[in-house]
């Protein structure tokens, strides 16, 4: 049994596959992809990578695999799900995701083209430990019983990298205990993943927790800022530059910041100094005209050359960032009370706060240089159709 220290865990123990599984070039490649993206522009102590995060994951997903009482190779399939879960992140993990769907139609946990690819030495390792590829991959997309372990709402993903994230940040807001989650979760007669009776408190404790984090640290305005650059900044490195999409998901974080300093200049240069744009505008969701939430990214494109055009500014000078409608994620969790199985946000008045607290903080970006400022606002005024504040 290998050991292996963690600054959250302490000393994660790892079996013959993960030792093996560790060793393989998919899963070094985490060590030079950052867990935190842009935020690390914020707080600079948020250097930590997907690498140790894996490690994280695949620690809980051994301690619940214990407590659920499943059979070895359903275990054995799901710590190997745990092991892998974040292998098909691109570059700056999900600051880059929507442009890979975009480009290819798969999201980082669509690993099947990874794990099931014969030439991949992933693929050997599970083989060589008598594990089925395929299922490795439907367990990391939720699949199975025990496939919301890995990807659901009571997942051990959330767990690890609300108090890893708070820890490497300094924020005291991502505090779970993650040992009362992980010793509470049941297999109802139904194959249906919840928490057992008397953890209602104990799931509201993890919404509140990514509800603090998102506030703090994930939606944080300079974050914000600095991933709708990269993504466009991204956009254009791919018309410009010899890489396919395929390769550019497989790029490390600096891989993909020195090939946009050299095709995309005017956004890298500015990325990898942390010369970033300002906000022009920064409005609620009661300022901005109905159906805008979901705005395509072709709608954010167009807006951009219009407000770009009337402003008198070249379009890569105007970024503008309409995140996705606010949801609580995780409410749809379930937990037993009164001896029946419940929505979490059917059984918890929390969540409606939660909710509501979402939709006051969500936030419609334009951004553009400093000098600019002024000019950009009034144009996105007017080509947005943003409501007058009084």
Not at 125 to 138: K, Q, T
């Amino acid at each position: 049994m290998m050991r292996v220290k963690d600054s959250v865990h302490g000393h994660v123990r790892l079996g013959p596959l993960a030792a093996d599984l560790i060793d393989t070039p998919a899963f070094q490649r985490l060590r030079h992809v950052k867990q935190l993206s842009t935020v690390r522009l914020v707080y600079p102590s948020a250097n930590h990578t997907r690498f140790e995060h894996s490690l994280g994951v695949y620690h809980l997903a051994c301690a619940a695999v214990e407590e659920l009482g499943i059979d070895a190779d359903t275990a054995a399939h799901v710590r190997a799900a745990a092991m892998l879960h974040d292998v098909g992140h691109g570059p700056y993990g999900h600051q880059t995701e929507g442009i890979i769907r975009r480009r290819t139609g798969r999201d980082h946990d669509e690993v099947a083209w990874l794990v099931t690819d014969p030439d991949r030495a992933v693929t050997a390792v599970l083989e060589r430990h008598g594990l089925d590829p395929s299922r490795v991959a439907s367990l990391i997309a939720g699949e199975e019983a025990v496939g919301p372990l890995i990807s659901g709402a009571l997942d051990v993903d959330r767990m690890d990298y609300l108090v890893r994230d708070a820890h490497h940040t300094g924020v005291p807001y991502g505090t779970v205990d993650t040992g009362r989650l992980v010793t509470a979760l049941r297999l109802t007669a139904s194959d249906e993943l919840v928490l057992a009776e008397g953890n209602v408190a104990t799931a509201e404790s993890l919404l509140l927790a990514r509800s603090l984090m998102n506030a703090v640290v994930y939606r944080h305005h300079v974050s914000r800022v600095a991933g709708a650059m990269l993504e466009r900044a991204c956009e254009r490195y791919l018309d410009r530059a010899p890489i396919d999409a395929s390769r550019f998901r497989r790029l490390a974080d600096h891989e993909l910041l020195v090939g946009l300093c050299e095709h995309v200049p005017a956004l890298g240069r500015r990325i990898e100094r942390r010369d970033l744009y300002k906000r022009a505008v920064w409005v609620g969701i009661d300022r901005v005209p109905a159906g805008t939430v979901e705005a395509t990214r072709t709608d954010e494109r167009a807006a951009e050359r219009e407000i770009a055009g009337a402003a008198g500014l070249d379009r890569d000078q105007v970024v503008v960032d309409v995140p996705p409608r606010p949801t609580v994620k995780g409410s749809g969790a379930t937990v037993v009370v009164g001896g029946e199985t419940r929505r979490l946000d059917d059984a918890s008045t929390l969540v409606a706060g939660l909710e509501a607290a979402e939709r006051e903080r969500w936030r419609l970006g334009v951004y553009c240089p400093a000098d600019h400022v002024t000019a950009v606002r009034s144009a996105a005024e007017s080509v947005l159709g943003l409501a007058d504040r009084s």
